[in-house]
């Protein structure tokens, strides 16, 4: 279960080559909530046009408070204007998060808008509907005086189509750890996400027919993905797509002991990662709690198993041959 930070973990202060940043101020476990703050300026998914964007981020700022409007002009903005409306807009673009249920409004935020980009970052952002705010979590132990960090990407690919997104969207190189890895190192991980990237595309093709008519091999995708994503530093975040997949795959197909497995793994990946009190958190307690309540479930019966069948004793005696068992490793079922 996430932990909540009993007080400000954090400051803000200059951070070489970044501008400013969040810098931890005590030891952040990871899982703790870091933040949890509502957007002062927001443009919501129906506003479309460009026009009315700058319409509406332009009527707000000027019905700031003078402190509000002070901290938002202090944000960076990487486009050019020639008058307040463009000037105002510049820096909402720049500087806003994904909100609303689909993710397709922005919001701007006094805190977590300050937090810099790091393509192996060691927090994440997400909208919580349940909350109406932006939660930022650690995703891994941040020690006293390290930058808190969050990813502007919506996936970590190899270095190169970072770097491209990155200047294109944002206006800067990124000199984090992932991208400064050695040489040799660099190629090693450019491989497994390219790789990652390719089985992503791959289980998207396949669509719901595929769950059924395609599902060991969309497991076997699956399988490969968790592990290249451990041996990657952003593994979480990674994890946290990788087994829902895994868990639609084995319910489609009537497998409630594996699909349980699965669920208690992803529930455990997003109550560290989004909070006990996030949506998906309460879709994953209740998939625990019974499986067969899963939207799929009844697609097929290849793979008939009941929550039961879970093979306990192997799985704290012999962990491979566990892992063996849960994904079906060689086409095969091991009792």
């Not at 129906?46 to 509000?68: D, N």
């Not at 903005?77 to 720049?94: D, K, L, Q, S």
């Not at 932006?134 to 919506?154: F, V």
Request: aromatic content about 8%.
């Amino acid at each position: 279960m996430g932990a909540f930070a009993s007080a400000l973990v954090y400051t803000l202060e200059d951070v070489p080559g970044k501008g400013k940043g969040l810098i931890a101020a005590s030891d952040i476990p990871m899982g703790t909530r870091i933040i949890s703050e509502k957007p002062f300026v927001t443009v919501p998914t129906q506003v479309r046009t460009m026009e009315q964007q700058w319409i509406r981020v332009y009527q707000q700022v000027l019905a700031l408070s003078v402190h509000q409007k002070r901290e938002f002009l202090a944000m960076d903005n990487v486009y050019p204007y020639t008058n307040p409306t463009e000037e105002y807009h510049g820096i909402f673009r720049t500087n806003a998060l994904p909100i609303g249920s689909d993710l397709g409004g922005g919001g701007v935020f006094l805190h977590a808008c300050r937090i810099n980009h790091a393509c192996d970052p060691n927090a994440t952002n997400f909208w919580n509907e349940n909350l109406d705010k932006l939660t930022i979590h650690a995703i891994r132990d941040i020690q006293k005086g390290e930058e808190i960090t969050i990813s502007y990407l919506e996936a970590t690919r190899n270095k190169k189509a970072r770097a491209k997104d990155l200047k294109q969207l944002f206006k800067f190189v990124c000199l984090c750890q992932l991208c400064s890895l050695p040489r040799q190192q660099s190629k090693e991980s450019d491989k497994r996400l390219d790789r990652v990237h390719q089985l992503d595309n791959l289980i998207e093709e396949a669509g719901l027919e595929g769950l059924v008519w395609s599902a060991q091999r969309l497991l076997g995708y699956v399988d490969e993905q968790v592990q290249l994503w451990n041996e990657e530093t952003s593994k979480l975040i990674g994890l946290t797509r990788a087994y829902p997949d895994a868990v639609q795959i084995a319910i489609a197909n009537g497998d409630l002991a594996r699909g349980l497995v699965f669920a208690e793994r992803a529930l455990a990946l997003y109550r560290g990662a989004l909070g006990d009190d996030s949506p998906d958190v309460a879709e994953y307690k209740k998939l625990v709690r019974d499986p067969a309540t899963h939207e799929y479930y009844g697609m097929s019966m290849q793979w008939k198993t009941a929550p039961e069948e879970i093979p306990m004793l192997l799985e704290v005696t012999e962990a491979a041959k566990f892992e063996d068992w849960l994904w079906r490793r060689g086409g095969r079922t091991v009792r």
